[in-house]
């Protein structure tokens, strides 16, 4: 059965501090996607990115970057420059038909 | 483009009760998957639809069923309700390309209380 690892429960951070995010997953299955969403208080949950098992580049969007590595099975999540909207719930996820999530990371900027 | 739709956005409902909650997908999404959220967990598929079929389930008892109509807007109904069905119901859209369900985009949830 797939699982995906957040062990961060909370992330406390200053305004300007970068912090990265943790995701450790398990499978057996060689296609597979994996995903970061991020829930604000208002709760719904929002796409911020998807690789495939196959692309292991990492990518960077804005102050976004996400590090990807088969060999330790981690999809971790970079922010940069943090900034007080960045507070919320960050979620982790594996995929290929339903999406297992992690049990997400609660991330606070203070200014 | 008008993203997820949920309806309602609230329901308190009394233990034993039925409740029905209410999805419509992006446009030129065809698959919809509902998620169940506790408080402080990160959320649990319950089930998933496409073509008008339950495709594929999680762990849940038959207490949650499903319906997907003809334009791809989809039912959650919870029957027998206890106080642990207390929970946010998340509703996800996505098209399916090659056997894969595509990247699912959510709504904004049906928050359900059982008192």
């Known amino acids: 059965a797939q699982k995906v690892t957040q062990a961060q429960t909370e992330i406390s951070v200053v305004e300007k501090e970068d912090v990265t995010l943790d995701c450790v997953y398990e499978t057996r299955d060689t296609t597979y996607y994996l995903f970061w969403y991020k829930q604000p208080p208002s709760g719904e949950l929002v796409f911020l990115i998807r690789r495939n098992s196959f692309d292991e580049q990492n990518e960077i969007s804005g102050r976004y970057s996400w590090n990807f590595q088969k060999s330790t099975s981690s999809f971790n999540f970079t922010i940069t420059a943090s900034q007080v909207v960045d507070s919320a719930v960050y979620f982790c996820?594996?995929?290929?038909?339903?999406?297992?999530f992690g049990t997400g990371t609660r991330l606070l900027v203070s200014p | 483009d008008a993203g997820v739709t949920q309806s309602p956005t609230h329901l308190i409902k009394t233990r034993g009760q039925q409740v029905t909650l209410r999805c419509s997908p992006k446009?030129?999404?065809?698959?919809v998957s509902w998620y169940q959220q506790a408080l402080g967990q990160g959320p649990q598929f319950i089930f998933q639809y496409y073509e008008e079929e339950e495709r594929q389930r999680g762990n849940f008892p038959d207490r949650f069923s499903g319906h997907q109509f003809p334009n791809y807007s989809s039912e959650l109904n919870v029957n027998a309700l206890l106080l642990g069905d207390s929970a946010l119901y998340l509703c996800a859209s996505s098209f399916k390309t090659g056997g894969y369900t595509d990247t699912q985009y959510f709504g904004p949830g049906t928050r359900l209380t059982v008192l």
């Open positions: 446009s030129g999404h065809d698959t």
């Open positions: 996820a594996w995929s290929f038909q339903k999406l297992v």
